[in-house]
């Protein structure tokens, strides 16, 4: 969660690299890092009040706010348009070098890697389950297996079309507390992805 914050912190100009201390703070009277500053406060805000919808009601409260031109250099982004072709995968299509992979000096990374998503992925399926109550009896999660081949599955594949990881994500427990138990919720959430690829 730390490395997330400090990723989005230094994409909002928050934080800044360092030389001295390898990272600082950006400026705060950028008209950029203000609207971060104020979207996270709307979404903090309408979550404290339990608003459902809240994370999306920031992030469009501060995109329109953007497309507004109140200061003198006129509105921090320009309307490109609404509608185009999602970009091409043909740069990152299969583009893996499979022969590096297998040096001895990679063996270790891609142990590490294995690891990290073996232990990442069955914590998030157990705490998953438990929050869909789909846990058995001894607090076990039933085909285990069967969860983990899929995950393995769409991390490989989204590695081929040179994506970042497709995984299991904590945050579909948000999905579970909002009432979305079954696969249907995960094929509409999917079809909602696919569609916005056009926006």
Do not use: C, H, W
Request: hydrophobic residues 55%; charged residues 10%.
């Amino acid at each position: 969660g730390l490395f997330l914050a400090l990723i989005a912190l230094k994409s909002a100009g928050i934080v800044v690299a360092s030389p001295a201390t390898l990272v600082t703070m950006g400026d705060l009277a950028d008209p950029k890092v203000l609207l971060a500053i104020l979207g996270f406060f709307i979404i903090v805000s309408l979550s404290y009040r339990r608003v459902l919808g809240s994370v999306m009601i920031g992030i469009l409260v501060v995109t329109v706010l953007s497309l507004l031109p109140f200061y003198e250099g006129g509105s921090l982004n320009e309307l490109q348009g609404v509608m185009a072709m999602p970009p091409s995968l043909a740069p990152t299509f299969m583009a893996m070098d499979l022969a590096g992979a297998l040096e001895v000096g990679m063996l270790s990374i891609i142990f590490a890697f294995l690891f990290v998503d073996l232990f990442d992925t069955s914590g998030t399926l157990v705490a998953v389950a438990q929050q869909g109550g789909l846990l058995d009896k001894d607090k076990r999660l039933p085909r285990l297996g069967r969860a983990l081949m899929s995950d393995s599955t769409a991390t490989m594949a989204g590695a081929a079309l040179g994506t970042s990881t497709t995984t299991s994500y904590i945050e579909s427990t948000a999905g579970i507390s909002a009432g979305g138990r079954t696969g249907l919720t995960a094929v509409v959430v999917a079809g909602l992805f696919l569609l916005s690829l056009f926006f």
